[in-house]
Nanobody, 122 residues
Framework: QVQLVESGGGLVQAGGSLRLSCAAS????????MGWFRQAPGKEREFVAA????????AYADSVKGRFTISRDYVESTMWLQMNSLKPEDTAVYYC???????????????WGQGTQVTVSS
């Protein structure tokens, strides 16, 4: 089984940047597609970005495209989400996820981290 641990969240002013990290361990993390979701209070968990097991194919939600960049180190089993030009509406708990195929819905992923809080002030 794969364990996922997020880090890097915090408080940032609008227009600033943060970089989230997700460390994977156990099982065979390199076999999984990995992605980021976020959930704000009172809202459903929503897709942010995903990256394939290899070849660097990525997918982004329209709301973050051009501002966020997902990347992955396949040797160290680590994934990052570089978040630039942050907006108050980006405020949420961000979750790292791993699944067997790329998906934009939470049900497409098998393993989840505990989340890291990102707060963007105006």
């Amino acid at each position: 089984q794969v364990q996922l641990v997020e880090s890097g969240g915090g408080l940032v002013q609008a227009g600033g940047s943060l970089r989230l990290s997700c460390a994977a361990s156990g099982g065979t993390p390199s076999l999984y597609v990995m992605g980021w979701f976020r959930q704000a209070p009172g809202k459903e968990r929503e897709f942010v970005a995903a990256i394939t097991r290899s070849f660097g194919y990525t997918a982004y939600a329209d709301s973050v495209k051009g501002r966020f960049t997902i990347s992955r180190d396949y040797v160290e089993s680590t994934m990052w989400l570089q978040m630039n030009s942050l907006k108050p509406e980006d405020t949420a708990v961000y979750y790292c996820a791993a699944g067997l195929g790329i998906s934009t819905i939470p049900g497409g992923y098998n393993y989840w981290g505990q989340g890291t809080q990102v707060t963007v002030s105006s």
